[in-house]
């Protein structure tokens, strides 16, 4: 049971490069999360999903799409990179029970250069 | 005004200090709370729920008041192992979206 995991864990973007970072999880959970995370605040929303084949904005959403063709798989897509979206960013994944906790991948730490 | 609202920190302390951490939410619809930890570099883990009639996990207590909308974390006896950052955390609705506060980093030192 791996858990939550994410790749890359670390990439190197151009100014105008595309990428997708993809989230995995092997709880059969329902909802799923993309995170961003920046130095004095904390974590931000981009796109949740609340299940397969569904997505809706977060916090954050300017820049990213998103894709949820399987349950199991949350992608995360930067058209054309900019660096102000040089950050860390995290999945996360919950099951439907309100308040549930949400387990969180390991990161992808994204550089734009 | 951040609807989640922490002290940054850092709290320096001495090892088998008694440490507290505050935090302040706005929206008063949100229904349940957290502290999570997160350790340098690494992802959040859930440290504990927040109920309003206090919670205790060993040598972390937590604390609700829905009234002045606070939140607080005391750590006893604290260890080495107990530096990290600290985020309060609100539930914001039905599809289990958390707001994060910024997190409040703890250093203890021996």
């Known amino acids: 049971n791996a858990g939550v995991t994410q790749t890359p864990k670390f990439r190197v973007l151009k100014t105008g490069q595309s990428m997708t970072l993809l989230c995995a999880q092997d709880?059969?959970?329902?909802?799923m999360y993309w995170y961003r995370q920046d130095p004095g605040m904390g974590l931000r929303l981009i796109h949740y999903?609340?299940?397969?084949?569904?997505?809706a904005k977060g916090e954050v959403p300017d820049g990213y799409n998103v894709s949820r063709l399987k349950k199991q798989n949350f992608l995360l897509g930067l058209e054309s990179a900019a660096p102000s979206q040089t950050s860390v960013y995290f999945c996360?994944?919950?099951?439907?029970?309100?308040?549930?906790?949400?387990?969180f991948g390991p990161g992808t730490r994204l550089t734009v250069l | 005004r951040k609807e989640v609202e922490q002290d940054p920190g850092p709290f320096n302390v001495p090892e088998g200090a008694t440490v507290a951490f505050n935090c302040t939410y706005s929206?008063?619809?949100?229904?349940?709370f957290f502290w999570y930890r997160q350790d340098c570099r690494k992802e959040p883990k859930l440290l504990m729920s927040?109920?309003?009639s206090g919670n205790e996990d060993g040598r972390f207590t937590a604390q609700l008041n829905r009234a002045s909308q606070y939140i607080s974390l005391l750590i006893r006896d604290s260890k080495l192992s107990d530096s990290a950052t600290y985020l309060c955390?609100?539930?914001?609705?039905?599809?289990?979206?958390?707001?994060f506060g910024a997190g409040t980093r703890l250093a203890v030192h021996p």
């Open positions: 927040v109920y309003s």
């Open positions: 955390v609100a539930l914001w609705d039905g599809y289990n979206k958390l707001i």
């Open positions: 929206n008063s619809a949100s229904q349940s």
């Open positions: 996360a994944s919950t099951r439907l029970e309100s308040g549930d906790t949400q387990y």
């Open positions: 709880m059969n959970h329902e909802y």
């Open positions: 999903s609340v299940g397969e084949g569904t997505t």
